[in-house]
T-cell receptor, first 115, second 114 residues
Framework: DGGITQSPKYLFRKEGQNVTLSCEQN?????MYWYRQDPGQGLRLIYY???????QKGDIAEGYSVSREKKESFPLTVTSAQKNPTAFYLC??????????????FGEGSWLTVV | GDSVTQMEGPVTLSEEAFLTINCTYT??????LFWYVQYPGEGLQLLLK?????DKGSNKGFEATYRKETTSFHLEKGSVQVSDSAVYFC?????????????FGSGTQLTVLP
């Protein structure tokens, strides 16, 4: 089935550790995104990428890093510089163009908890 | 800039009640409009969309009409079920050729009681 796969579903991080969340899509989409969602809150954009080997900071990029070496993959690293990383992380993808109705598709999300 | 304003929740209804969740937007271009649904502990699923004025999106008994004159895209369902309990997000996309194209509302929590 076509879609977006995020892993792991649940992840625990110790203080001072870096952790990486995986996101893979087989929809042949050019653009990929990472969002953070805190309990009871909306979505905030961390990073996005429109093309391989290029990515841009979103609204809350501090303490996070990404790479886009392949079209299908857009991993997110939560670094030790992120002081409050406990949250639900959502990966998404879409086509990019000027035609109307570009739908953004989401993965199932990853829960990160600091222990 | 572009923005989406949703009716604040939480919203609690009895089963078979009528649902309306208000959504209004401001946009510099000609947006497409979306409703997403998020069930507990899951990602966002596309519920319905409309790409131009007066279009009506519909799915699973939910409907929303793209009203350019009132810049609104209100979500409605005639008879809600317990299984509709979720968070609903209104969103707009400006198809400008840039990947930075999506703007979300803050979400509305819906709880349906049996």
């Amino acid at each position: 089935d076509g879609g977006i796969t995020q892993s792991p579903k649940y992840l625990f991080r110790k203080e001072g550790q870096n952790v990486t969340l995986s996101c893979e899509q087989n929809l042949n989409h050019d653009a990929m995104y990472w969002y953070r969602q805190d309990p009871g809150q909306g979505l905030r954009l961390i990073y996005y990428s429109q093309i391989v080997n290029d990515f841009q900071k979103g609204d809350i990029a501090e303490g996070y890093s990404v790479s886009r070496e392949k079209k299908e993959s857009f991993p997110l690293t939560v670094t030790s510089a992120q002081k409050n990383p406990t949250a639900f992380y959502l990966c998404a993808s879409s086509i990019v163009g000027r035609a109307s109705g570009n739908t953004i598709y989401f993965g199932e999300g990853s829960w990160l908890t600091v222990v | 800039g572009d923005s989406v304003t949703q009716m604040e929740g939480p919203v609690t209804l009895s089963e078979e009640a009528f649902l309306t969740i208000n959504c209004t937007y401001t946009a510099t271009g000609y947006p497409s409009l979306f409703w997403y649904v998020q069930y507990p502990g899951e990602g966002l699923q596309l519920l319905l969309k409309a790409t131009k004025a007066d279009d009506k999106g519909s799915n699973k008994g939910f409907e929303a009409t793209y009203r350019k004159e009132t810049t609104s895209f209100h979500l409605e369902k005639g008879s809600v079920q317990v299984s509709d309990s979720a968070v609903y997000f209104c969103a707009l996309v400006i198809s400008s050729g840039s990947a930075r194209q999506l703007t979300f509302g803050s979400g509305t929590q819906l709880t349906v009681l049996p």
